[in-house]
């Protein structure tokens, strides 16, 4: 009985020690009984000092803890109430308490477990998810908006459809109405007459009933008359008989009592001996009732203790929200709580006796699990996936419990739900990766602002420079990031794949509109701005700009008024890029702050003579307006409205800076009024000398025309990614490519094969593309059309390129549709040579693929490199080239303790196993190589996995060798 209680104990206490989560055990009183380590870690107070204490002594509010307890035990449980504990070093920590009574076996209450979960986690997560869920929430009210309309217009459509089909259904339903009307009618007197003959049929039957029953009665009572007479008959033959036999029985009777009372006497003798016994039997019963007595408490006073140990570790268990097994030490469940039942599905006289790997998505790594709790006597964090409707990823701890003789009697173990923590890792990497970008990029310019200021004597020079390298160095990322973004955009995705790179992408085409209002205003102030006298149709150009913003109008439920002074000379000498510039700044400002209502783009003429005519450009809104203490410094740099302007709307305040900088440098001025609350005009005068020249035609961008498959195309570029970008661009059009790493490359190229147009980036090593142009215009004399592919849209460079005999330029990021129609118009029509002027670029269309479908395997990167076999080759190449170094690194790493290089090594491992197609398990298991080198915790489990880690990069590569040869071959 003792050993039974004592491994109990030892039960109970596993039970605690399992949980990852503070648990605490207290009394009636609310004093703290027993605890695990977690509540020691969360409180900063040791375990005897904890004894004893008050339950709420540990918390920030003490009144709201008491209720806590106080409520256990008024309700019996307590789910989900919030509480922070507070440790001894001033550490707080928020909770959510769950916990419940144990009794005994008259269902007194003993005391009660209380478990604490740690949200911290939970409150970031739900943060993100509210800011991605207002991000997804604005998104969705714009596509809302455009859609009511539409909505509206068939309902009312539909309604109209509707009261007509009313109108024709209440005639039939009249006349349906009187055609059941009648039916009842008859119904009715068909059911008067069925109950009449109802009723005489069950009378008849009545009567039929009563008739038989007095027939049987009668037939009855004359059987038994007959049957009394014979029994009277017999029984007087019977009496005669009796009495002679009692005569003869009283005779032998009388020699009967004699002897009787004879053997009474002896009797009597034998009773008196038999009393003597008796007594003393009685004494011996006595003392042995006593003995049973004392032995009967003793079996009750245990059975009470060993009920208790039970309800204590059954509440144990059940106070534990994550998923609880206890086994045997042949891997048998013996016992669970109803978390473990409700993740599984399974009743839980289903789970007792089977098999605990058998619940898992891989029963043989479930199986090691317990092996390794039996080897080691516990286990810590062993990841598994649970096989319910969700295949939820878990964390497995667990231990062993004994009885007294230290013999292994079972093992506890607890599953940690991780599927949200994984999916803040992935968030987490992905922000770290961006800040690594953004902190690369920041010191690239930090180095070459440093290296500006030691050249002070040509400041002009250097800054004009700096802006050059900052364009380059910002475009050239940023050209990939979206270029490969528009990409995916095209390919099958899931709805919310789908809202991540849309965000991605409107992040990206933000970041490159700050890019060319900083390089604009830095143009400004340089001097550099130069403002063009070419002749061209304002009244074409200003319908062709407001059209760029007719969808986001719409979108709104805006309504755009144009106003045109019809009596404004049909065509003009000036700079339409400038002007262009001006309007869509303050019309976009103009669309951005208003909600409701209208906008308002006037043009008029104010006066006209034989030379020149000045004409008026206002563009009202009803917005959110401008308070009178703001309107004088809204034209300055990075100035806006208010403080919240930009948290609430966006944008930089560079707008209306630049806007001011290209209308006084012309000659004019712009003025602002405006009303808080009611709207705002912002309008300025120019002058424009009047022509007789044709306007220039202005380019316009072809569509994506997939008959036209044989252009063959040159491109020059030296970074890999860009490369990447520019070979699927290429591929969607049709259209032939090759590479080139630099100029030098380019000309061997150019002089081996023929090619119909080059795409030349300007920065690249050993040879550039000013040098390899200058080299193809004047030593080959070779006439081929030229586009550069710029980062960098300054002034500077772009009269370099006109120099040296470029056609044309794109700016990072590539705009495919502008590419593609810049390659058509060059290859099709007589070559031109570039225009400086900046383009107005109009927003892509993006058509999305629904063909696409994400797995595991090569048909992962099947799939994103389009079934293209020179692309795969090439992908499989880089990783071949990449991962043997990155696996000598990593081991070099945990051999000389170099957790520095092991964790960049491992984070450069990470993003290929999916594009490889490597089990998810190892991108896990490498995080955790990254964690533990960060913490230098675990070493011996992280020699472990390095070693797994390098031994499937190393069979990877294997592998992919050998489908890198099938496809070649297949290929050949």
């Given at each position: 009985m003792e050993r039974t209680k004592t491994h109990e104990s030892q039960y109970a206490s596993s039970l605690i020690e399992a949980s990852l989560d503070p648990l605490i055990t207290i009394d009636v009183d609310g004093k703290i009984t027993d605890m695990n380590q977690a509540k020691i870690n969360i409180t900063g107070v040791a375990?005897?000092?904890?004894?004893?204490?008050?339950?709420?002594?540990?918390?920030?509010?003490?009144?709201?803890?008491?209720?806590?307890?106080?409520?256990?035990?008024?309700?019996?449980?307590?789910?989900?109430?919030?509480?922070?504990?507070?440790?001894?070093?001033?550490?707080?920590?928020?909770?959510?308490?769950?916990?419940?009574?144990?009794?005994?076996?008259?269902?007194?209450?003993?005391?009660?477990?209380?478990?604490?979960?740690?949200?911290?986690?939970?409150?970031?997560?739900?943060?993100?998810?509210?800011?991605?869920?207002?991000?997804?929430?604005?998104?969705?009210?714009?596509?809302?908006?455009?859609?009511?309309?539409?909505?509206?217009?068939?309902?009312?459509a539909f309604q109209n459809d509707e009261k007509e089909k009313r109108a024709a259904e209440l005639i039939i339903a009249n006349k349906e109405l009187v055609f059941q009307n009648t039916e009842k009618e008859k119904r009715a007197q068909e059911l008067i007459i069925a109950n009449r003959e109802l009723s005489f049929q069950n009378d008849e039957k009545e009567k039929r009933a009563a008739e038989l029953i007095l027939a049987n009665e009668e037939l009855i009572y004359q059987t038994g008359e007959k049957k009394k007479r014979a029994a009277e008959l017999k029984i007087a033959?019977?009496?005669?008989?009796?009495?002679?036999?009692?005569?003869?029985?009283?005779?032998?009777?009388?020699?009967?009592?004699?002897?009787?009372?004879?053997?009474?006497?002896?009797?009597?003798?034998?009773?008196?001996?038999?009393?003597?016994?008796?007594?003393?039997?009685?004494?011996?019963?006595?003392e042995e009732k006593e003995k049973r007595l004392t032995e009967n408490k003793e079996l009750e006073e245990l059975s009470y203790s060993l009920k208790l140990a039970s309800q204590y570790a059954r509440s144990l268990?059940?106070?534990?929200?994550?998923?609880?097994?206890?086994?045997?030490?042949?891997?048998?469940?013996?016992?669970?709580?109803?978390?473990?039942?409700?993740?599984?599905?399974?009743?839980?006289?289903?789970?007792?006796?089977?098999?605990?790997?058998?619940?898992?998505?891989?029963?043989?790594?479930?199986?090691?699990?317990?092996?390794a709790v039996f080897a080691k006597g516990f286990v810590v964090d062993f990841p598994l996936t649970i096989r319910d409707g969700k295949l939820t990823d878990v964390l497995f701890n667990g231990s062993v419990y004994k009885d007294e003789k230290g013999s292994v009697l079972g093992a506890v173990v607890v599953a940690r739900d991780i599927t949200e923590r994984k999916r803040i890792e992935t968030q987490l990497n992905e922000a770290i990766v961006f800040a690594e970008m953004a902190t690369e990029i920041a010191e690239q310019a930090k180095n070459k602002a440093e290296s500006a200021t030691h050249t002070a004597e040509n400041a002009v020079k250097a800054k004009q420079q700096f802006l050059s390298n900052m364009s380059h160095e910002i475009r050239t990322p940023m050209n990939a990031i979206i270029g490969f973004t528009k990409v995916l955009i095209k390919t099958e995705m899931t709805p919310k794949q789908k809202e991540y790179l849309t965000a991605i992408k409107l992040s990206g085409d933000?970041?490159?509109?700050?890019?060319?209002?900083?390089?604009?205003?830095?143009?400004?102030?340089?001097?550099?701005?130069?403002?063009?006298?070419?002749?061209?149709?304002?009244?074409?150009?200003?319908?062709?700009?407001?059209?760029?913003?007719?969808?986001?109008?719409?979108?709104?439920?805006?309504?755009?008024?144009?106003?045109?002074?019809e009596r404004i000379p049909d065509v003009l000498l000036g700079d339409p890029v400038r002007l262009h510039q001006i309007i869509l700044n303050l019309v976009s400002n103009a669309v951005k702050f208003t909600s409701k209502g209208n906008i308002t783009v006037s043009v008029r003429l104010l006066e006209e003579d034989d030379e020149k005519v000045d004409i008026e450009f206002s563009v009202t809104d009803t917005g959110i307006g401008i308070p009178e203490s703001k309107i004088s410094s809204i034209f300055e740099n990075f100035q806006q409205a208010s403080s919240g302007t930009s948290r609430l709307y966006g944008g930089t305040g560079l707008g209306l800076a630049i806007v001011k900088q290209l209308v006084e440098p012309q000659g004019g001025c712009i003025k602002v009024i405006s009303e808080e609350g009611v709207g705002s005009t912002f309008s300025f005068v120019l002058s424009f000398q009047k022509t007789d020249s044709e306007a220039e035609i202005e380019t316009v961008i072809e569509e994506l025309d997939t008959d036209m498959k044989d252009i063959k195309v040159l491109v020059v570029e030296d970074i890999p990614l860009n490369q990447l970008l520019m070979k699927t661009l290429l591929d969607d059009f049709g259209f032939e490519r090759d590479i080139a790493g630099n100029g030098k490359i380019a000309i061997e190229k150019l002089q081996a094969k023929p090619f119909d147009i080059v795409l030349m980036d300007l920065q690249m090593p050993e040879m550039n593309g000013f040098e390899a142009t200058d080299y193809i215009r004047n030593v080959m004399h070779s006439n081929i059309p030229i586009i550069a592919l710029t980062a960098d849209v300054t002034t500077v460079d772009l009269a370099k390129c006109k120099f040296v005999g470029m056609n044309d330029y794109i700016a990072k990021p590539v705009d495919e549709r502008l590419l593609f129609s810049k390659i058509v118009g060059l290859v099709r029509k007589p070559v031109q040579v570039i225009n400086t002027n900046h383009e107005i670029e109009s927003e892509s269309i993006e058509i999305v693929d629904n063909k696409r479908i994400r797995c595991i395997d090569l048909q992962y990167l099947n799939t994103r490199t389009k079934s293209n076999p020179q692309l795969m080759m090439e992908m499989i190449s880089l990783y071949l080239e990449q991962t043997p170094p990155l696996i000598m690194a990593m081991n070099k790493g945990l051999a000389d303790k170099d957790?520095?290089?092991?964790?960049?090594?491992?984070?450069?491992?990470?993003?290929?196993?999916?594009?490889?197609?490597?089990?998810?398990?190892?991108?896990?298991?490498?995080?955790?190589?990254?964690?533990?080198?960060?913490?230098?915790?675990?070493l011996d489990l992280m020699s472990d996995m390095v070693l797994q880690l390098g031994n499937v990069c190393k069979q990877s590569c294997d592998e992919l060798e050998i489908e890198f040869n099938r496809i070649k071959n297949g290929n050949q």
């Open positions: 375990r005897e000092q904890l004894i004893g204490t008050s339950f709420y002594d540990y918390f920030t509010d003490t009144e709201k803890a008491k209720f806590v307890y106080q409520q256990v035990f008024a309700n019996g449980s307590v789910k989900d109430l919030p509480l922070t504990f507070r440790h001894t070093n001033g550490k707080l920590t928020d909770v959510l308490f769950n916990g419940s009574v144990f009794k005994d076996q008259h269902d007194n209450v003993l005391g009660a477990v209380v478990v604490a979960r740690d949200i911290a986690e939970q409150k970031w997560a739900i943060e993100l998810r509210v800011a991605n869920k207002e991000l997804a929430f604005q998104n969705n009210e714009k596509e809302k908006r455009a859609a009511e309309l539409i909505i509206a217009n068939k309902e009312l033959d019977k009496e005669l008989v009796f009495q002679t036999e009692e005569k003869e029985k009283r005779a032998a009777e009388l020699k009967v009592a004699d002897k009787e009372l004879i053997y009474q006497t002896g009797e009597k003798k034998k009773r008196a001996a038999e009393l003597i016994i008796a007594d003393k039997e009685l004494v011996y019963q006595t268990i059940e106070a534990s929200l994550d998923p609880l097994f206890t086994i045997n030490p042949e891997g048998k469940i013996t016992d669970m709580n109803n978390a473990s039942v409700n993740i599984t599905g399974v009743l839980r006289e289903n789970l007792i006796g089977t098999d605990f790997f058998d619940y898992f998505t891989e029963p043989q790594k479930a199986r090691e699990v317990y092996q933000a970041l490159i509109v700050l890019i060319n209002d900083i390089l604009d205003l830095a143009k400004v102030d340089a001097g550099k701005m130069t403002f063009e006298q070419v002749p061209f149709k304002l009244s074409v150009s200003i319908a062709a700009m407001l059209h760029l913003f007719e969808s986001k109008i719409w979108e709104k439920n805006l309504l755009l008024i144009k106003e045109y002074d957790w520095g290089t092991l964790h960049a090594a491992v984070h450069k491992m990470i993003p290929s196993f999916a594009i490889m197609g490597i089990h998810s398990d190892f991108e896990v298991m490498a995080k955790k190589v990254q964690e533990y080198a960060g913490a230098l915790q675990q």
